[in-house]
């Protein structure tokens, strides 16, 4: 490999967007180079951690239900290809606290019409196959017996590690903003190496408004997260697969994890956090966002109120200002692409991105009115859940 090189598409991050595009376009037949200042699935990335959810259903957004049922097929050929099982089937279930929940009852008729396998549970039935958690007498349920957890820093690893099989070149370095005038030629990374491209893939998730301040930087909102990781009893296999699949109550925004590997479960809540430097934020939890994950453990999961916490993360979300993903090129540089605002919900559609992102940039797709920088606004009005 030369100190300075030129490729086809230069793609910027190696998150989970970033990598599966980049697999997409060296499978394509193009040479790629695949960027990361710290490294796939690394401490800081939005993609990092261990596990993330991947359910079907999105309340009324068919398109997507669509892209997750598009991505669970694809990890699984490739966790298979590779011979690397990190998808765990532990199938989600969606608790709805009340009788009328809109949320839910758009998602039930979305997941029949595109036909993915699921259950209506009553709260008789809930109590029956879930006696470990506590429902409220009007609660009723969801189950989607095919979903389940992927486990998220070893997934990118292992695709960025295919990427570069397959042919793309991998440099562990940050990069610059692209460099030219109507149409980018180059970007230089803190080393001093060029990378020269015919197009430029900026897929680099909390560090997008960061790379392209004027642009994204009032776009783009970075928010601390905490997760929470509590151990189980001994010999207690009540909480881990196949009696505890992953579950989401999203009236109360708390979703989590069964005990997975022996890491612990998993609970976190998914309201937006404060703003959040992905650099140099401290990622320390904090006192309070334990003591509210503990009550919540002891009313939902009574048999884990006096849990030990055995593991706490800060991370990242990187959203757009409704939730929706952005996909688009650079107003001001053509061959320069933005690709982000996954953050929350956009890890399991990393393989349905891949293959989006490669067809938008081989101009074999057109633009998805949603993902379109100018349906990005300043000021946050979340829509997607």
């Known amino acids: 490999m030369t100190r300075n090189a030129s490729y086809d598409i230069a793609v910027i991050g190696a998150g989970v967007f970033g990598s599966w595009a980049a697999l997409n376009l060296v499978r394509a037949g193009r040479r790629v180079a695949l960027v990361d200042a710290y490294g796939p699935g690394n401490a800081r990335a939005s993609s990092g951690g261990e596990s993330r959810l991947i359910r079907m259903g999105y309340g009324p957004d068919e398109l997507y239900t669509r892209w997750s049922v598009r991505s669970l097929e694809l990890w699984k050929e490739f966790f298979a290809r590779v011979g690397k099982p990190l998808f765990h089937k532990t199938g989600i279930l969606w608790i709805a606290d009340q009788e009328k929940d809109a949320q ?6 979305v997941l029949a019409r595109v036909r993915v396998p699921h259950e209506k549970l009553t709260r008789a039935e809930l109590e029956r196959r879930f006696p470990q958690i506590t429902f409220r007498p009007e609660s009723w349920g969801l189950l989607e017996p095919e979903s389940g957890v992927l486990m998220a820093r070893r997934a990118v690893a292992a695709v960025a590690e295919a990427a570069v099989t ?5 440099f562990n370095e940050r990069v610059s903003a692209p460099e030219g005038s109507g149409r980018a030629a180059v970007v230089r990374t803190e080393s001093g190496r060029e990378i020269r491209a015919d197009q430029f893939v900026f897929a680099c998730g909390p560090w997008l408004g960061k790379v392209f301040p004027e642009l994204l930087g009032q776009r783009v909102f970075t928010s601390r997260q905490e997760v929470y990781f509590f151990g189980v009893p001994a010999g207690d296999s009540r909480f881990a697969p196949p009696a505890m ?14 005990d997975l590997e022996s890491r612990g479960f998993k609970i976190a809540h998914d309201q937006h956090g404060p703003p959040f430097d992905p650099d140099t934020g401290a990622r320390v939890p904090t006192a309070e966002g334990i003591a509210a994950a503990r009550t919540y453990l002891a009313r939902r999961f009574p048999a884990l109120a006096d849990a030990p916490l055995v593991e706490a993360r800060v991370c990242q979300y990187e959203n757009t200002s409704n939730g929706d993903f952005l ?11 933005l690709v982000g605002g996954g953050s929350g919900h956009g890890f399991k559609h990393g393989p349905a991105m891949g293959e989006h992102v490669a067809a938008r940039v081989l101009g074999k797709a057109a633009q998805e009115p949603r993902f379109s ?5 300043t000021v946050q009005r979340r829509t997607v859940y």
Request: proline fraction near 7%; charged fraction near 20%.
């Open 327 to 337: 996909v688009d090129r650079h107003p001001g540089d053509e061959n320069v692409w």
């Open 373 to 377: 920088l100018s349906t990005k606004a």
């Open 166 to 170: 397959e042919g793309a070149d991998y």
């Open 245 to 258: 699949p992953g579950w989401l109550c999203q009236s109360e925004l708390m979703y989590g994890m069964p």
């Open 104 to 109: 839910m009852s758009a998602t039930l008729d």
